[in-house]
């Protein structure tokens, strides 16, 4: 019995203690709910989404409540805190302030261009995610001289995978200026939500987006795709390792992005900070991978 207790001490001591990091994120001023931000550890790949109540809440090790945490959200200042000091707590976020550009009224519509149109058979893999590892990943589109004339932002289109497909999801879509000095994704584009459900998964979502009058930028951007870290979006699968038959079990979040060979590189925004995209180039013919996502334009 001696043993038997010495050796659950042991165990805790090892392993930690587990509890519910929890709380709730507020607009500063309207005191909202913050709806979908992204509560990330910055040392780790843990994390989670606000509820459409601002409440969150992510089984950890306690002694992750001494690491700081990133809190990021459309609209609002992205801020780290300690994980200790919004435990079970009430979290006001302030909003940013956007300069609002002139909004043309009406346009007569007569032409339009899509940018990179996919078939099936180009989709080459998936970007996956786990349940706990909030991030977004980016494809740059560079302007082109023949968007002169017909510049303005119509449709989004985001391509799927085939493994693992869920029926449905939500996800939000990002658009970013580019930082010329660095090349990576800096400030967003609008400040308006853009929140994509897919009822049912059949290889594409095409997402309305010209009620928000984008020019595009002569600089280029970048089209983010971000997942929302909530229960609605969660699902498991089973898989099996090559050369075993055991059958595990994975926690995953939908949806699936598809993935399209690119020579170009890929940015992704996880742990508070941009980074590159990194996969093995022999499993894709010496190429890198970025998002399956296409542009339509018109006049």
Do not use: A, G, N, Y
């Given at each position: 019995m001696k043993k038997l207790l010495f050796f659950l001490l042991?165990?805790?001591?090892l392993f930690g203690q587990k509890i519910n990091f929890n709380g709730t994120l507020l607009d500063f001023e309207t005191k909202e709910p913050v709806v979908y931000a992204n509560i990330s550890f910055l040392k780790t790949s843990l994390g989670i989404s606000s509820l459409e109540n601002g409440t969150f809440n992510l089984e950890i090790d306690e002694k992750l409540l001494q690491e700081k945490v990133h809190v990021s959200c459309l609209n609002y200042k992205d801020t780290i805190f300690l994980a200790k000091d919004i435990y079970n707590k009430v979290l006001y976020l302030k909003p940013k302030?956007?300069?609002l550009d002139e909004i043309v009224l009406s346009r007569k519509i007569d032409r339009e261009l899509i940018i990179d149109k996919y078939k099936r058979k180009d989709i080459k893999g998936t970007f996956g995610g786990r349940q706990s590892s909030p991030w977004i990943?980016?494809?740059y589109f560079p302007y082109k001289k023949e968007y002169e004339n017909i510049s303005y932002l119509k449709e989004i289109t985001v391509y799927f995978g085939s493994i693992f497909a869920?029926?449905?999801?939500?996800?939000?879509?990002r658009l970013f200026k580019i930082n010329n000095s660095t090349g990576f994704p800096s400030e967003d584009i609008i400040s308006?939500?853009?929140i994509a459900t897919s009822k049912k998964i059949n290889g594409k979502v095409i997402i309305d987006v010209s009620k928000f009058d984008i020019e595009f930028p002569k600089d280029g951007f970048f089209v983010g795709l971000e997942r929302i870290h909530i229960p609605y979006n969660f699902y498991e699968y089973k898989y099996t390792i090559q050369g075993?038959?055991?059958k595990h079990i994975a926690k995953a979040v939908a949806p699936s992005f598809g993935s399209v060979y690119t020579k170009d590189t890929t940015f992704h925004f996880s742990k508070g900070k941009w980074r590159k995209f990194y996969f093995p180039t022999k499993m894709y013919k010496g190429n890198q991978i970025e998002p399956a996502i296409s542009l339509k334009l018109t006049n």
């Open positions: 042991i165990s805790s001591q302030r956007f300069q990943v980016t494809k869920r029926e449905k999801s939500k996800f939000r879509v308006q939500e853009i075993s038959k055991k």
